[in-house]
């Protein structure tokens, strides 16, 4: 659909009206110029795959919540793999952080990214993968949209997390992906719990254990006096002075302690 101050590239014949010396551009196709064709193209090509049933939620697989191994995806240089690796360093030092350099802008891109994603995904220790880069524009960006490389996406074992572009950037990796952040920072926090506060969790549950365990122990203290003075007076009292006592908790449990220490 065309409208006013659309760029387009138009192809036709040039038509000279002598009487007026009007020119008129019989045009027979019809193309939107720069970002225009490249987003139309990603329209057609996200639908088709939609329609195919790539980005269907029931097909998104799990994420680990406490990965022991990660794939990192992403350029070798630049801001982007800088902040992957410092958030899950400082965020889980313990998770062992696997990178795979890949080239992440050209023709030569999606290739590159498809044959890191199959290293990763015969790596049975690897248990999540995280596809990042920096900013960028549409074209900067359009291998993340390449056909082959969101069918490999789709066809992953291991959970995969994208974190492209900015937060208004949106690439069809990111629609075929587990779970899409908005940044590559972003995609670093979501894979992994922060340490400190998963120990502070623990430690907050093993007090709440305890604190129960107590007040129950606490609680059943009278009723375990009572089986103990039963026990110790079966032992010692003879039926009539068992079945003296049997209702008389305070009685029973004096004869059971003095029993006790004898």
Same mark, same amino acid.
Do not use: M
């Given at each position: 659909n065309l409208h006013d101050g659309m760029e387009i590239i138009a192809v036709g014949d040039v038509s000279v009206y002598t009487?007026?010396?009007?020119? $008129?551009?019989?045009?027979?196709?019809?193309?939107? +110029?720069?970002?225009?064709?490249?987003? &139309? +193209? /990603? %329209?057609?090509?996200?639908?088709? #795959?939609?329609?195919?049933?790539?980005f269907n939620k029931f097909h998104k697989k799990k994420l680990p919540k406490f990965p022991l191994e990660i794939g990192i995806i992403t350029s070798s240089t630049g801001a982007a793999v800088e902040d992957i690796i410092n958030i #899950?360093?400082?965020?889980?030092?313990?998770?062992? #952080?696997?990178?795979?350099?890949?080239?992440?802008?050209?023709?030569?891109?999606?290739? =590159? &990214?498809? $044959? !890191?994603?199959? $290293?990763f995904d015969k790596n049975k220790n690897i248990e999540l993968i995280i596809l990042g880069r920096g900013g960028g524009s549409i074209? =900067?960006?359009?291998?993340? @949209? %390449? %056909?082959?490389?969101?069918?490999?996406?789709?066809?992953? $074992?291991?959970p995969i997390i994208t974190g492209i572009g900015h937060e208004t950037d949106f690439t069809l990796a990111d629609f075929a992906s587990d779970l899409r952040a908005p940044t590559p920072s972003a995609a670093a926090e979501k894979a992994v719990p922060v340490? @400190? %506060?998963? &120990?502070?969790? &623990? =430690?907050?549950? *093993? /007090?709440?254990?305890?604190?129960?365990?107590? *007040?129950?122990? *606490?609680?059943?203290? =009278?009723?375990?006096?009572?089986?103990?003075?039963?026990? !110790? #007076?079966?032992?010692? !009292?003879?039926?009539e002075e068992l079945a003296k006592y049997y209702n008389d908790d305070s009685d029973a449990v004096k004869i059971a302690l003095s029993l006790i220490h004898i």
């Open positions: 009487q007026r010396g009007y020119h $008129q551009l019989i045009v027979k196709n019809i193309e939107v +110029a720069g970002q225009g064709s490249l987003f &139309i +193209a /990603f %329209e057609k090509l996200k639908k088709k #795959l939609n329609d195919q049933g790539l #899950l360093t400082r965020r889980a030092p313990h998770v062992k #952080l696997n990178l795979r350099p890949t080239i992440v802008q050209g023709t030569k891109a999606s290739n =590159d &990214i498809i $044959q !890191a994603i199959d $290293q074209e =900067d960006l359009w291998c993340f @949209n %390449e %056909e082959k490389l969101i069918n490999k996406i789709f066809e992953c $074992q291991t340490r @400190n %506060e998963l &120990i502070a969790r &623990i =430690d907050e549950l *093993n /007090f709440r254990f305890k604190t129960s365990f107590n *007040n129950k122990l *606490n609680n059943n203290k =009278d009723l375990l006096l009572r089986h103990a003075a039963i026990i !110790a #007076l079966s032992r010692v !009292a003879s039926p």
